[in-house]
């Protein structure tokens, strides 16, 4: 017997992961949540994330599902999983789920952070595995007006890895919010979106910051978004200084 689905919104350290998806041989953060689940329940339990993040990536409040025994509450799960998941893996909150809730299908949006220093101390061991340290002066208008070229519903093929999304997949994505942040040392993109594709934030990480440098001219990312292939897109940003910020389910999503 089973209870609902419980989710779990999972932070890590993405530097010592290949990635989310477990993968053998390699150490992964679907395979270490996996692991502690199997010891706690005493069978194979499948945790499912609302994300595949790529190796390096990290997550702030990855969104994860998990199908246990009725003997676990998401408060005692929560506890007793982080007294066994390595010190680069927490469980921040768990919550019960109702039936038919999936991580992944049942999300209405996710949010995104990259992380670019531009001050000398980026390069600092307390900085670099978190930023992409960029060397040369940044402009805030171009970066602020390639930001806004992106919000609404547009096709994102040249900001995609090709051939990693079904053949039917017309790779359209509704950005809801797309912003560079001052900060301290340099600069927050935050991207909010319905989905996105694998690379995709990286990708426009990588271009908009090309256009601020002055390597490629003003208007680059709108007339990408045209492009029928990433063939002119610049090459994606770092995975170190992207993180996933949160995952968004509707409130029918949670257990009364």
Do not use: K
């Not at 010891?39 to 194979?44: A, I, K, Q, V, Y």
């Amino acid at each position: 017997m089973t209870s609902g689905p419980i989710l779990l919104v999972t932070q890590y350290d993405g530097r010592h992961f290949a990635g989310w998806q477990r993968q053998p041989g390699q150490r992964t953060v679907q395979g270490e949540m996996e692991r502690v689940l199997a010891h706690l329940c005493g069978t194979p339990v499948t945790a499912v994330a609302a994300g595949r993040t790529d190796a390096g990536v990290h997550a702030h409040g990855q969104g994860v599902g998990v199908t246990v025994s009725p003997r676990w509450d998401p408060p005692a799960l929560r506890r007793a999983l982080n007294a066994r998941l390595p010190d680069d893996l927490w469980v921040a909150e768990a919550h019960r789920m109702v039936e038919g809730f999936h991580p992944r299908f049942s999300a209405s949006a996710r949010r995104y952070g990259y992380l670019v220093g531009t001050d000398e101390a980026a390069r600092s061991p307390f900085r670099r595995h978190v930023e992409w340290a960029v060397r040369r002066p940044v402009s805030a208008e171009l970066l602020e007006a390639e930001a806004a070229s992106l919000l609404g519903d547009h096709v994102f093929r040249a900001f995609a890895v090709a051939h990693t999304a079904p053949a039917h997949d017309t790779h359209r994505c509704i950005i809801r919010q797309a912003r560079w942040l001052p900060r301290d040392g340099g600069w927050c993109f935050e991207v909010t979106a319905n989905r996105f594709l694998h690379h995709m934030v990286r990708f426009l990480v990588g271009t908009m910051i090309d256009v601020a440098i002055g390597r490629r001219p003003p208007g680059t990312v709108a007339r990408l978004l045209l492009a029928p292939d990433n063939r002119e897109t610049a090459a994606p940003a770092p995975p170190h200084g992207l993180s996933l910020r949160e995952v968004t389910y509707p409130p029918a999503c949670y257990a009364r």
